[in-house]
């Protein structure tokens, strides 16, 4: 069985300070795993994902994501905050890249940047 | 690429009455559509998976003869809200995969209000 924990479910930086929200994840077999990011009333954008290549995952915005096999774990980090961060990730992981792909998301953590 | 559109973006009925909310790939074939609901600061509960020309898979508790879904085409799927009720009212998420990419593209979601 898949599933995904998101550790904190608010968390507050200041302008210019390192970014860190964790997701570990639970997969019977190896997974692919996705950082989607939400603005308020509206839907998810993808910011980045891990498919079984490198585990650095680069994405948008100056997002990145180590996948750690040994601790289950895909933090997603960025070094230095902007206001225009703040909004709710969601982390998800998903088995298999045929028909039935289905995510299994976290419940989310809402980011405050602080001026 | 990979653009999901949903219409309408927000909507307004009374109780009683039935809702339709269609989600379209503008850009590509979707071999997989999903509809989500997501309550206020929740994360996505997964409502329904559906292929195109075949009947949605229901997660459980998820009522099928309450959101009817029909996914006619490789670019279109609908979900209507029958006899919607004031606990029906959420925002209401799609999204859809092709073949060879293990991604989800959402739609920017729509705002149900049932009074």
């Known amino acids: 069985a898949q599933s995904v924990t998101q550790l904190g479910s608010h968390v507050s930086v200041s302008e210019g300070a390192l970014v860190l929200l964790r997701c570990n994840y639970s997969?019977?077999?190896?997974?692919?795993l996705f950082w989607y990011v939400q603005y308020p009333n509206q839907g998810l954008q993808l910011l980045l994902k891990?498919?079984?290549?490198?585990?650095l995952v680069k994405g948008i915005n100056g997002f990145e994501a180590e996948f750690k096999k040994s601790e289950t774990s895909f933090h997603l980090t960025k070094p230095s905050a902007h206001m225009s961060d703040a909004a709710e990730y969601f982390c998800?992981?998903?088995?298999?890249?045929?028909?039935?792909?289905?995510?299994?998301f976290g419940t989310g953590t809402s980011l405050t940047v602080i001026p | 690429g990979a653009v999901v559109s949903q219409h309408p973006s927000w909507v307004i009925c009374k109780s009683g009455t039935s809702v339709k909310i269609e989600c379209r790939s503008l850009?590509?074939?979707?071999?997989?559509m999903f509809w989500y609901r997501q309550f206020p600061k929740q994360s996505l509960m997964l409502m329904a998976t559906?292929?195109?020309?075949?009947?949605?898979?229901?997660e459980q508790g998820v009522e099928k003869d309450k959101f009817l879904i029909n996914h006619a085409s490789l670019t279109l799927s609908t979900l209507t809200v029958t006899s919607a009720h004031p606990e029906d009212s959420s925002f209401y998420i799609c999204?859809?995969?092709?073949?060879?990419?293990?991604?989800?593209?959402f739609g920017p979601g729509t705002r149900l209000t049932v009074l």
């Open positions: 999204s859809a995969r092709y073949s060879g990419r293990e991604e989800q593209f």
């Open positions: 997969s019977s077999v190896p997974p692919y």
């Open positions: 891990y498919t079984s290549a490198a585990t």
């Open positions: 998800a992981v998903s088995v298999g890249s045929n028909t039935g792909n289905q995510f299994y």
């Open positions: 850009d590509f074939q979707a071999t997989t």
């Open positions: 559906s292929n195109e020309g075949s009947k949605a898979t229901y």
